[in-house]
């Protein structure tokens, strides 16, 4: 194979990591930016329209860590591939729903499906790069993980305000399907994939992931990054909707730029580990983000979006680093490891958002602040007391972009 060949076949696979990274999360949080007019819509309080954001975390949960198991057995891209498919569907069938009740059943399905498609292109990264490429493959991947998010609400934002909510799951279910005819040709057949034994062998090597330390501090972080995602971005949006502020879904969704923040940083993660140490890195950004969100209590809009900002860019570094740590932390099955790093990182998504509407309806938006403030103290004491010191660098994956 020539030289230009290549490269040209090198640069095709990065831009399908991208690619899947992008069709998964543009759909995942896509509703977040038309929350408060589908709760106008459907009569429904701001605890109860949000569980279209709740189901489909849970869902994701759910279905993480056998995502990774079935993977493991069947190879990673025709699992990723068919996923991207199979998630135009319920895109389709949201956008068709008559009832928040039918709503939240899509969205609970779509849930189910996402989990092939980024878990595994995580350890198809892992499996397929050597470590040095790997970071920059990383980067692109959570690169096009960011822009997906963002755009998904501000494309649901933007319609909804223009032509009804309705065209935009439409719009979105377009993009799932195209970005799988486009993966089928730009991502090759992986080639250091090893396959487990079968279920059962992988199964084993699951369960064995709960009994090392570093992994179960790890999935812990990974909780806390997706409960003050989940309770910042979801709760903000009623905030903001409110009086003064008024903002409008295609504003709402134009907020969201912020997680722009983290498509810039992430591809700095690794090196960033590598000077200061994977500990005091992370407790340093841990300490930035309590800054950040407190700036999002400030009357002044430009205020509150550098707040989330600043937010979104440290929880994207978490999820980076953590999920980095559990590459190199998983000795056997990658797969199953990152699934169940998943399923935590989703249950805390869930638990964001039920436990942020408590706050949400006790407090307002300064109980939800304090809410996520609190978490943060907690991620802090995680990493400082049971992460190890002198772990070596990994490359900065992340499954999620954050909510």
Request: net charge positive; with cysteine; charged share 10%.
């Amino acid at each position: 194979m020539t030289t230009a060949a290549q490269s040209s076949r090198f640069a095709a696979r990065q831009l399908a990591v991208g690619l899947t990274g992008y069709c998964a999360f543009v759909n995942l949080y896509a509703p977040q930016s038309i929350l408060p007019l589908l709760s106008q819509e459907f009569g429904a309080t701001a605890a109860e329209v949000s569980t279209i954001i709740t189901v489909s975390t849970l869902a994701v949960a759910v279905t993480a860590p056998f995502t990774g198991a079935i993977a493991d057995v069947l190879g990673r891209k025709r699992v990723i591939v068919a996923a991207m498919f199979v998630l135009a569907v319920p895109t389709v069938m949201v956008g068709l729903a008559t009832s928040l009740k039918a709503i939240i059943f899509w969205r609970a399905v779509q849930g189910l499906v996402l989990p092939p498609i980024f878990a595994v292109t995580v350890a198809y990264i892992g499996d397929e790069w050597p470590p040095r490429e790997a970071t920059t493959a990383a980067g692109i991947y959570s690169s096009g993980s960011s822009i997906g998010g963002f755009s998904g609400r501000l494309i649901t934002g933007l319609l909804a305000d223009l032509i009804g909510w309705r065209s935009g799951f439409l719009a979105l279910a377009g993009i799932a399907f195209a970005g799988a005819v486009a993966t089928i040709f730009l991502l090759p057949h992986e080639r250091k994939f090893v396959r487990s034994e079968g279920l059962l062998a992988s199964g084993r090597q699951m369960l064995a992931h709960f009994r090392n330390g570093q992994l179960l501090a790890t999935y812990a972080v990974g909780f806390g990054v997706l409960f003050n995602f989940i309770c910042t971005f979801t709760y903000v949006s009623f905030h903001l909707a409110a009086a003064p502020y008024n903002l409008s879904a295609t504003a709402l969704g134009a907020i969201f730029a912020v997680y722009l923040v983290g498509s810039v940083l992430s591809p700095w993660v690794g090196w960033a580990v590598g000077r200061f140490g994977r500990r005091r890195f992370t407790a340093r950004v841990l300490a930035v983000w309590v800054a950040g969100i407190g700036l999002t209590l400030a009357p002044s809009l430009p205020l509150i979006i550098l707040g989330l900002a600043i937010s979104a860019g440290c929880g994207l570094i978490c999820q980076a680093i953590s999920t980095g740590y559990v590459t190199i932390t998983a000795k056997a099955g990658r797969s199953s490891a990152v699934g169940l790093y998943v399923t935590s990182f989703y249950v805390g998504g869930s638990f964001g958002a039920a436990i942020g509407g408590l706050a949400w309806t006790v407090g307002g938006w300064p109980a939800c602040v304090a809410l996520v403030a609190a978490m943060l103290a907690i991620m802090t004491v995680v990493v400082l007391f049971a992460w190890a010191r002198g772990v070596p660098d990994a490359p900065a994956v992340t499954p999620i972009e954050p909510p």
